[in-house]
């Protein structure tokens, strides 16, 4: 049962009560299914007395087939300046190539850091292996892969570039502990992949353990992608919060969503400092769209969030119970319809139609649901600069002591090419090593490596203190030694220096190295 006191504020109701002025929000119905079910999902808004005034806008597939390259207009963005609340249907993305993501777009371009995606069985109503599944995933929402910065180097070889900063790290992490801190939670996991990523997860991991000593009273733990994955796909009630990476989050949070029946059922919000989007999690499915029988709960559970972002709370409450009423009436959509257990199939509207004419009702099988605010970050978490009474951090020195040169050359052997850029290595800049999809092919590879075009050569200035094992370098002899391999035929196609910072090495050693 959710019971709509929590928090009250002065909002429409269904006696008739006061009207206070209804909040101007942004509204993008998207593409495939996402006009039916945000059709149904604003009835049912308008039913439960929620105090909206919708401003529409075009996104997505006919925008992109307009001429805008970005998925959305430019007045399109005066809507969501003004409003600072955007209800969001499901947009296409083509796989494999075509326009970038919008739903990337709008999460980068209005600074929506965090994505928070609960997750709660709702049996017996809904089947599921996992009756006690009560996991809330937040995902970093603007780093990581999903910065999609790609670009293709050679004919066999293409990168795509890994960004993680410590500010984001730390907003994101202070933000899961807040909200775990805010809405009762026990427990906040941290998953990453830093036995292999040492740099980029490795951050997000450390900067975990920092801000988690500021919690004393909630539990921590931290846990490598893969086997956390496959427990909470197997054992979930041994979870609470997870916080983690982008494409991690993407990830898991899905596989939760789908051990609660349907991944149909879950919505998600995208918080920001200034600014908020609601979604469901789900795409826009466009081989069931215009049938009538899309589940809109998704979006209906994103409605949800943004009624609570608001401070809707009652009207919130209203919507959730009436459709929890609707799920333990047996009337299901076609996605989690089981025969034996459900009770009707019905169709999109139809869903939506028993969700209204239960509003007012409370379900029997769901107490202990309440209702409640805390999306909105803490200054502390919404912040990237320190305050103004917290001692300023020393920049860190950072030293220049080597190149990793990346060739595009496919004319012997890895000793062929080891030698000959051994011979072209200056006074302070020497080969290193040479590798190879990031294993060590020479000096002293293996014959049974597989080799592409593509190869990564490391100079660095030998190390005059023992404890560093760097010397310094200066930049001009960088640029000598790439205009030396570019006068004697070899094709560059990337460059990365190598930064020690405070002493310690800024780059990750070769496989073998």
């Not at 326009?99 to 600074?111: D, E, I």
């Not at 921590?220 to 979870?239: C, F, K, N, W």
């Not at 469901?280 to 499915?285: E, F, L, Y």
Request: proline share 6%; glycine share 10%.
């Amino acid at each position: 049962m959710l019971h709509s006191t929590l928090n009250p504020t002065p909002e429409l109701s269904s006696a008739g009560l006061d009207r206070p002025q209804p909040t101007p929000i942004t509204v993008a119905a998207g593409d495939g299914i996402g006009p039916e079910i945000m059709t149904q999902v604003l009835r049912i808004l308008k039913a439960a007395g929620a105090s909206l005034a919708p401003q529409f806008i075009e996104v997505g597939e006919q925008l992109y087939r307009s001429g805008h390259s970005s998925g959305i207009a430019p007045d399109a963005w005066d809507s969501l300046h003004h409003t600072r609340v955007l209800l969001k249907g499901p947009i296409t993305t083509p796989q494999g190539g075509g326009y970038k993501s919008l739903n990337v777009t709008l999460r980068k371009t209005l600074g929506l850091y965090a994505n928070v995606r609960p997750c709660r069985s709702l049996a017996p109503a809904v089947s599921s292996l996992h009756p006690k599944l009560d996991v809330v995933i937040i995902r970093e929402n603007e780093e990581d892969l999903y910065a999609g910065i790609e670009h293709q180097q050679t004919p066999d070889v293409v990168q795509c570039l890994k960004l993680v900063t410590r500010s984001g790290c730390e907003r994101i992490v202070r933000y899961a502990f807040e909200y775990a801190r805010n809405h009762g939670r026990r427990k906040v996991t941290c998953m990453t992949k830093d036995n292999i990523m040492k740099l980029t997860d490795g951050l997000f991991h450390r900067v975990f353990d920092e801000i988690g000593r500021e919690y004393p009273d909630i539990q921590q733990e931290h846990q490598i992608i893969d086997i956390g994955t496959a427990r909470l796909a197997t054992q979930p009630e041994r979870y609470d919060v997870v916080v983690t990476l982008n494409l991690y989050g993407d990830i898991i949070s899905d596989v939760v969503a789908e051990l609660t029946g349907s991944v149909g059922l879950a919505g998600s919000a995208n918080i920001g400092r200034d600014c908020a989007m609601f979604e469901a999690i789900h795409g826009s499915a466009p081989d069931i769209a215009g049938q009538n029988i899309a589940n809109p709960s998704g979006l209906l559970q994103a409605a949800v969030l943004m009624l609570q972002h608001l401070g809707q709370t009652q009207a919130a409450a209203r919507v959730q119970n009436a459709w929890l009423c609707a799920l333990e009436d047996g009337l299901h959509t076609a996605d989690i319809y089981r025969p034996g257990h459900s009770a009707e199939l019905v169709s999109t509207k139809g869903f939506a139609d028993a969700v209204v004419a239960r509003l007012g009702q409370e379900p029997s099988n769901f107490q202990g649901q309440s209702i409640s605010t805390g999306l909105n970050p803490t200054p502390a978490a919404a912040t990237t600069t320190p305050s103004a009474t917290a001692p300023a951090k020393a920049e860190p020195v950072q030293q220049l002591v080597g190149v990793d040169i990346f060739l595009r050359w496919q004319h012997g052997t890895p000793t062929n090419l080891g030698e000959q850029l051994t011979a072209m290595g200056g006074e302070r800049l020497k080969l290193k090593l040479v590798t190879n999809r990031g294993v060590k092919v020479y000096p002293d590879g293996q014959p049974e490596t597989y080799c592409t075009d593509h190869w990564r050569c490391r100079f660095v200035a030998p190390g005059s203190a023992p404890e560093i094992g760097y010397g310094l370098v200066p930049f001009i002899d960088v640029l000598a030694l790439q205009h030396r391999l570019t006068d004697a035929g070899l094709e560059i196609v990337k460059t990365e220096n190598l930064y020690l910072f405070d002493g310690v090495r800024g780059f990750s050693l070769g496989q073998g190295e």
